[in-house]
């Protein structure tokens, strides 16, 4: 561009001293808004709309100011609802500056358009902006401001790329400047000035203009200098940023990897192969445990030693079980409670409880109640005849007692409990409240007679009446508390009686849905679940099995899978998906498939033909199973204590869309899962599925104190998720093929590899089989974030590793897979 002979003198006639003096401002934004130029002090964020809040993100020198949060991209009328955010920095040397240089680097977000969006404005001084066609710049107060418009030859690409913006203010003459990291620093035009200057106070606002004109995009190394810079210092400042840069400042994928919760001293191994016979009677269990490469021997009703014995010589972990109707050979065979010393449930007419789908099982089939000393005797007694035994780990059938039964059964009124629930109700309300809830003498107080007396005649109305009694709330707690201190008791006497004086102990319980009254409530009291499958076939879906995955996941915890196979090829995907979320999945071998009032369905006996060949790939693939761990820079922020009916339906819309994420749960009102700093290190984004200020005090010390860093982004459930997430670049991920595929990334940050599983939910109508797709594309989408890639091997059960050549786009990296029937592995190094 020719340079006008005006122009010319100017800079001639301009010093050169500004090249070397720092600038009154700079703000790299690093991590905090200190200027780290001549005038010192510290900006401030400022947010203009809700959740529309200015954080740090990235950009090619590190941190960047992210301002992508913003509903809109500049505005057209005053009327303009406020939006977005900024930051405010005030310093009274800029009121007075006649002649100064704005210097910036900036990146308008891809996925939004607009007009008239401030990149910085100096209130009744001056405002700057970026246009594709170059930038203007407008001097003065208010109404009586003067534009100057600069336009280069090029047009310049806001969004695609990083922009190096320049203006030099001077007495007579302004110039401008852009540049980026492909092209270099460029002059697009000057012009003399028609302004009349005023000294003006008033704030530097970076990336918006009074609330109405936001900038959504990212901002930085944002320098100010008085006095206008010569075209020489501003290449030398140009040259120097680009030096500085890099390919990329965000983490790489493979570095997202974030390590199992330690909430729990037991985890099975990610490649554990478990398998059980549900009694020791079965003579050809060890034959089935070798073809399927069983690794642990779980939830075996039993303690005869020789079996118990031959199991472990096999190498292999044993466990032994115990249930919630544990004792019941020493119950009375009638129903009545009255005189049956085992310490069985009573109702409100005293009669013992049978559950429905046990009622063929025997005429002593009545649950025990854990607040009863006789029953507790029975069960400790036989808990310890196992540790003899020599068992592993112990289960516990059954296992939720008077918490479950409480609201299934209206139980228990043994006297224990009704002593107990007294007792609990004297530590937690006055007099006054308990006057409130109708309970006038707590000494006297007998809540079997208090039911009798005020409307509630029998077990029957009981049960119909039971959610709307104004002490149902209490006493389901009652039990609830009574379940947990039973099982803190159970760990005790096992830690005595133990050799290591530690034994792992499991429970039954599936962690979909997630309720604060269901299992969740006994995460912290035991060491892992077995998750027992939905006996209806429409649950049995991609959907429940990696939401199951991902709250044990975000609890901390183990959870095997115990299915209840309704076609082979859904079990398979359920194999598949469970393994691929890093939670192991019982061999589908001698399974419970239910039972009611006319008796038990027939057991479920898988064979080799069926599964054995996702087995071997299992014991095939042990080291990309155990050595891998689950990667995500997206978060749920979820409170388990509250409901979380549409939890899972937020869930499936990101697994669909291949976004890996975490969930970040927090629990207290019964069980105590605790909000980690650690887990949220690693995330850019938080999906505020349950508010900060719903979680507990210690809780919300973590995430508020996580908040004031502003390195993550909190975000309400109720904004378009994808469009955010995708303007922050976190999606990483993209399959070209059908729907009801999957991408489940794990890395192993040590070795600086990737393992991507890929799982097929595709299933035919019945008799359900598995679809196979040939030619299947996983893209890698921006690939400065997958490092180096030098080798690339495609596993698949039953079949050989096969060497996939990437296919390098600029945007993306392609892996084409010559196949996918159930469950395959992307092996990158």
């Known amino acids: ?21 720092p600038p009154l401002l700079s ?54 609802q406020p939006s977005g955010g900024g930051v405010i920095f005030h310093d009274s040397a800029l009121d007075s500056l006649e002649s100064f240089t704005l210097l910036l680097w900036m990146r308008q977000n891809p996925l939004v358009q607009g007009e008239s969006a401030r990149l910085l404005q100096k209130i009744n001084a001056w405002d700057l902006m970026a246009h594709p066609s170059g930038l203007s710049l407008a001097l003065g107060p208010g109404a009586s401001k003067v534009n100057y418009t600069f336009r280069g030859r090029d047009r310049l690409d806001l969004c695609a790329n990083w922009c190096f913006v320049a203006v030099t203010v001077a007495p007579q003459m302004i110039c401008a400047y852009t540049g980026n990291r492909q092209q270099p620093l460029t002059f697009i ?214 918490a479950s039964w409480v609201r299934n059964a209206g139980l228990c009124f043994c006297e224990t409990c009704r002593r107990g629930f007294r007792e609990w109700l004297a530590l937690r309300y006055s007099s006054a409240e308990l006057k409130e809830l109708g309970i006038d003498d707590l000494k006297s107080f007998d809540y079997r007679l208090h039911l009798k007396a005020n409307g509630v005649p029998d077990a029957a109305t009981y049960r119909q009446m039971y959610c709307e009694l104004p002490l149902t709330p209490q006493f389901a707690d009652f039990q609830i508390d009574s379940m947990r201190n039973f099982y803190k008791e159970f760990r005790r006497k096992l830690d005595a009686c133990s050799p290591d004086k530690y034994i792992p102990v499991s429970v039954n319980g599936l962690l979909a849905p997630l309720r604060s009254d269901r299992v969740l409530y006994g995460v912290d009291i035991v060491d892992f679940l077995h998750g027992e499958s939905s006996q209806i076939v ?51 071998w001698d399974l419970y498939m239910g039972s009611d009032e006319s008796g038990s369905q027939p057991r479920y006996f898988g064979s080799r033909e069926q599964y054995g060949d996702l087995y071997d790939f299992i014991d095939k693939q042990r080291n990309l199973l155990d050595k891998f761990v689950s990667i995500a820079e997206v978060g749920i922020l979820v409170n388990g204590d509250q409901p979380c009916d549409n939890l899972q339906p937020l869930c499936q819309k990101l697994a669909r869309q291949q976004i890996p994420y975490h969930i970040i749960l927090g629990a207290s009102r019964y069980a105590r899962v605790s909000v980690r700093a650690e887990d949220l290190k690693k995330l850019r984004l938080l999906i505020m599925f349950s508010p900060v200020e719903s979680f507990c005090a210690e809780d919300q010390a973590v995430l508020q104190s996580a908040q004031a860093k502003s390195l993550l982004r909190f975000v309400p459930a109720s904004v378009d998720l994808i469009a955010r997430i ?104």
């Open 538 to 588: 429409a649950n049995q879906s991609a959907r429940q099995y990696i939401f199951g995955a991902k709250a044990a996941e975000a609890a901390g915890i183990t959870q095997v899978i115990s299915p209840i196979p309704r076609s082979t090829a859904r079990t398979r995907a359920a194999i598949a998906t469970t393994y691929a979320l890093g939670q192991p999945h019982l061999v589908p």
């Open 27 to 80: 703000f790299d934004f690093e991590t905090n808004l200190v200027n780290r130029g001549s005038l010192g002090g510290q900006g401030r964020f400022h947010t203009y709309a809700p959740h529309e809040d200015p954080l740090f993100g990235f950009g090619p020198f590190g941190h960047s100011l992210d301002l992508t949060a913003a509903a809109r991209h500049g505005g057209l009328s005053p009327q303009d």
């Open 189 to 402: 035009g000057s012009e003399e000035r028609r302004d009349s200057f005023k000294a003006a106070a008033g704030d530097l606002i970076l990336g918006n203009f009074s609330g109405i004109r936001p900038f959504n995009g990212w901002l930085d190394q944002l320098r100010i200098y008085r006095g206008a810079l010569d075209e020489p210092a501003l290449r030398s400042v140009f040259n120097a940023d680009l030096a500085a840069g890099r390919e990329t400042a965000v983490a790489s994928v493979v570095e997202l990897g974030r390590l199992p919760s330690t909430n729990h001293a037991f985890h099975l191994p990610a490649s554990a192969i478990p398998f059980s016979t549900r009694w020791q009677r079965r003579t050809n269990a060890f034959e089935v445990m070798e073809s399927f490469h069983a690794t642990h021997c779980l939830w075996v009703y039993g303690s005869e030693t020789n079996f118990i014995n031959s199991v472990k010589r096999s190498g292999r972990f044993y466990q032994g079980t115990l249930n919630g109707l544990q004792g019941q050979s020493h119950a009375t065979t009638n129903t009545i409670a009255r005189g049956d010393a085992s310490g069985r449930h009573e109702d409100l007419d005293g009669n013992k409880n049978t559950p429905r789908w046990m009622v063929t099982f025997g005429p002593r089939t009545f649950t025990g109640c854990c607040n009863h000393p006789a029953f507790r005797k029975l069960f400790f007694a036989d808990a310890q005849h196992l540790v003899a035994s020599g068992v592993d780990s112990i289960h516990v059938d059954d296992w939720e007692m008077n």
């Open 1 to 21: 561009m020719l340079i006008s002979a005006s122009v010319l003198i100017w800079l001639a006639l301009a010093t050169t001293a500004f090249a070397s003096a």
């Open 726 to 829: 995708q303007s922050m670049e976190a999606d990483v991920l993209r399959l070209e093929g059908p729907e009801n595929l999957y991408l489940f990334p794990r890395s192993n940050c040590a070795d600086h590899a990737l393992a991507i599983h890929v799982v097929n939910w595709n299933l035919t109508p019945a008799p359900e089989s598995m679809e196979t797709y040939c030619y299947v594309t996983v893209s890698l989408l921006k690939p400065q974030r997958w490092d180096n890639i030098n080798r690339v091997l495609w596993h698949e059960p039953g079949q050989e590793a096969v060497v996939i050549t990437p296919e390098r786009h600029a945007g993306s990296i392609r892996l084409t897979l010559p196949q996918i029937t159930t469950w395959g592995i992307i092996e990158i190094r």
